[in-house]
């Protein structure tokens, strides 16, 4: 059956990367026999625009029946005044909660050919190749009970609460897990077992799914650790999975060794399969319309959507391929140039590697 693709380009470049996502995903598809057909729906600063809010019902209804989305991005200095409730964020997060997305996968990729860029060591993160699996709907960030209240000696108590169910920890140990698979087969499970009762859960539902695995080498490290492993020997992991919290600090963390915002994707996965992909920059409300943005990020989540929510994986590498030729080739957007490199525009960077796929 015909695999549905919902496309929300959103706002600022959002436009303008996913036009040549876009035109990336038609030479696979028409490649590689895919049978994708594509939707187009408002996000964001757009919907608000055309009719009033960031969300609309029509594009919730096109996302759940959808079998992937594919983001730009949302927001921008025009809307910044509204209200919080309708804000072209909002737009994000209801789709986030409506297809109950809980696992997001963030890699961290630098080619060899843009090591220069990161501020580490050419040595230490050339050919960098990780993936946090972060909680992304549970833990310490939606735990209850939680607030601010005024104990009897008049002083004010902040409190939050750090809960994991059973069932959350499998259902992101499960991603995690089968993400190794499709890679090198390793997995490290982050958590701070040695103090709180929570991870110590989640460190045993680790080992019990381990067993299910047997494919997949397990291991353990504290939050602290891992912190301090990934700027000092970033490459000894392969698949990171850990919590809401942790996953927050450490995919940024992760990110930017890489040292390149316009080079990174993401997924955001629900239990079906079904996931959202973006690339993890903003809308850059800076450069939109200039035709100066890198349109790579977009392009390697399409990538991701094609290996985690429609079985191409054959498609998937070869995009991954394609983007790793045309940096060979020299060709930078301003963001990678480096201060001296020659740039090439959004529709020069997308059109090349739609060129070298389709030569291939
Ligand atoms: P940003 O990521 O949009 O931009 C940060 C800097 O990186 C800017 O200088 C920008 O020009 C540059 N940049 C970002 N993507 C680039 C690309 N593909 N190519 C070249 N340069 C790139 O972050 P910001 O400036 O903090 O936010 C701008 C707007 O985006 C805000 O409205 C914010 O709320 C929104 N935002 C949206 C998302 C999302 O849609 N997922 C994420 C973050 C921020």
Known sequence: MAKQVLILPGDGIGPE???????????????????????????????????GVPLPEETLAAAKAADAILLGAVGGPKWDKLDMAIRPEKGLLG??????????????????????????????????????????TGGIYFGKPRGV??????????????????????????????????????LCSVDKANVLEVTVLWREVMDELAKEYPDVELSHMYVDNAAMQLVRAPKQFDVIVTG???GDILSDEAAMLTGSIGMLPSASLNAAGKGMYEPCHGSAPDIAGQNMANPLATILSAAMMLRYSLAAEDAAAAIEQAVSDVLDQGLRTRDIAG??????????????VARVLADR
């Open 17 to 51: 990367i996913v036009a040549q996502a876009r035109n990336v995903l038609d030479v696979v598809n028409n490649k590689f026999s895919l049978g994708l057909t594509f939707t187009e729906g408002l996000v964001g600063g757009a919907a608000i625009d055309a009719t």
């Open 95 to 136: 789709l986030r909660s409506g297809l109950e997305l809980f696992a997001n996968l963030r890699p961290a990729i630098l080619y060899p050919q843009l090591a220069e860029a990161s501020s580490l060591r050419p040595e230490v993160v050339s050919g960098l190749d990780i993936l946090i699996v972060r909680e992304l």
């Open 149 to 186: 209240r005024t104990l009897e000696n008049g002083e004010r108590e902040g409190y939050n609460t750090y809960v994991y169910s059973e069932s959350e920890i499998r259902r992101i140990g499960r991603v995690a897990f089968e993400a190794a698979q499709k890679r090198n087969k390793r």
């Open 244 to 246: 809401n919290m942790f």
């Open 339 to 352: 201060s001296s490199g020659e740039s090439v525009s959004t529709q020069a960077m997308g059109e090349a």
